[in-house]
């Protein structure tokens, strides 16, 4: 075993990055700006504004800004749990008999088990900042309204969470950790809205959906004053949060002398994978260095595989803006995997833009072969991965067995995203052998992009 890389690579606390990276600066071709569905014209600064905070709308559209200075409080709150570690997995490589080098940036490091936190607390401080009363959103699984009603807690700020019905009813106790920092979460759709009374008139026993929460937390944020809608993922702005996760990596990986040769992420709405690939895709665009970047998606909802490259709306309700990106619809609604997280239908316009241009490679996954390979990793490595991070271990393990095949000595990283104590429900599914892998059909996909908006 080699004894110059530690176990685990710790930053000092003045060494995490002061800044945030954007990657559209280094961009030859931006990606396509969000448009407005009424006018059909791309968003204004002005038209966001009633939607979301003013700094975050700037930062939604500056394509132009390379590095946007980390505010001091959110420095101070990335203290908290950050640096967090890069690990060298030794014992994965030694159980796989791999010559390949792997290392993980691990985000499972706070209590809300992921990266979201690293935007949550961004998104809270620019609220409060604006002199806002608090903040809406939805949650599916429930990561995302974890991580932003810790973070509304720390700025003091009301934090009104839509938890798709079926989940708040599953997942008591992610309900019950947002009560815990002051949440008040309720179940979608309720009766607290004028879509979600319609919706419910309509279908009484419907358990919800991603859509419909997100109707309802963009219909509450308009109507109350002082008080404004946050989303997770997907959007500019959380990509550019997240890329303290990338930042972070290559400092690390640059103290030792590392340079990855691959880099993989799994990939929801985007916002993990373009935080850990933003610096290295940058070099990449630069023309200083190259890596491959691999973007690991579910069978089951692969937007990147077997999407479309094209504007298509962010929500269900189709309230929300056009956004041009790898989709399969926003119809579409994936079968019930475990991987919550990863079940959006569309993608990051950034990452669209950067896989259309040949700068990234995708890969689909079965979710029964991603079980495997988090049992896998957790029994060597440790850390019960999250369902959705565990995409991204089954890439990094199936690379580095080609390496044992080839006898190449390749450098790996990947996004270790969260933890999965909450997942035990899916991890129970497969450990009693009933879990399998629902793939939609070429004309269940079809008959979603038949559906897309028409565009002059
Ligand atoms: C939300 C989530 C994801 C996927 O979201 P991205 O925006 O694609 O990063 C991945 N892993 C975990 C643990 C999550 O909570």
């Not at 990855?260 to 373009?274: E, F, T």
Request: glycine share 8%.
């Amino acid at each position: 075993m080699e004894n110059k890389i530690p176990y685990k690579i710790y930053l000092n606390e003045d060494e995490i990055p002061t800044q945030w990276y954007n990657v559209r600066a280094d961009m030859a071709t931006k990606p396509a700006p969000l448009l407005n569905p009424a006018t059909g014209l791309p968003l204004t600064q002005q038209e966001l504004e009633p939607i979301f905070c003013s700094e975050l709308c700037k930062q939604e559209l500056d394509n132009d800004t390379k590095w946007f200075d980390i505010p001091e409080e959110i420095q101070d709150f990335y203290k908290l749990y950050r640096p967090s570690p890069l690990v060298r997995a030794y014992f994965l490589e030694k159980a796989l008999g791999t010559p390949a080098k792997i290392y993980y940036k691990f985000e499972g490091n706070n209590t809300s088990g992921s990266h979201k936190l690293n935007s949550a607390i961004a998104q809270a401080y620019y609220a409060k900042k604006q002199g806002l009363k608090g903040v809406t959103t939805e949650t599916g699984a429930g990561q995302w309204g974890t991580a932003l009603s810790m973070a509304c807690s720390f700025f003091g700020l009301d934090c009104q969470v839509y938890m798709v019905k079926c989940s708040y009813e599953q997942k008591p106790f992610r309900r019950e950790v947002m009560r815990t920092y002051g949440a008040q979460v309720t179940p979608s759709p309720s009766l607290t809205t004028n879509v979600g009374r319609k919706i419910l008139a309509e279908h009484p026993d419907t358990t919800g959906s991603l859509g419909c929460a997100i109707s309802e937390a963009v219909e509450a944020a308009v109507s109350q004053e002082g008080y404004r809608y946050v989303l997770g993922s997907v959007l500019n702005q959380v990509l550019l949060h997240q890329t303290i996760i990338g930042l972070e990596a290559k400092a690390a990986m640059d103290k030792y002398g590392i340079k990855p040769d691959i880099v993989i992420g799994c990939a929801g709405g985007g916002s993990n994978l373009g935080g850990l690939v933003s610096p290295f895709i940058g070099e990449k665009l630069r023309g200083e260095n190259d890596y491959r970047v691999i973007a690991v998606e579910p069978a089951s909802c692969p937007s990147f595989t077997r999407g479309k490259f094209a504007y298509d709306f962010c929500d269900t309700g189709m309230i929300c803006p056009l956004a041009k990106m790898y989709t399969l619809g926003s119809q579409f609604i994936p079968s019930a995997n475990h991987a919550g997280g990863l079940r959006f239908h569309g993608m990051s316009t950034i990452l669209s833009q950067l896989y259309h241009d040949g700068l990234m490679e995708a890969r689909a996954v079965e979710q029964t072969e991603v079980f495997e390979a988090a049992t896998q990793f957790a029994r060597v490595e440790g850390v019960l991965p999250a369902p959705e991070s565990s995409h991204a271990i089954r890439v990094a393990i199936d690379e580095a067995l080609k390496c044992k095949e080839t006898g190449e000595e390749k450098t790996i990283l990947f996004g270790l995203t969260g933890t999965g104590y909450f997942d035990l429900y899916a991890y129970e599914k497969f450990n009693t052998g009933k879990m399998s892998d629902v793939i939609p059909s070429d004309s269940v996909l079809e008959e979603s992009f038949a559906k897309l908006p028409k565009m002059k």
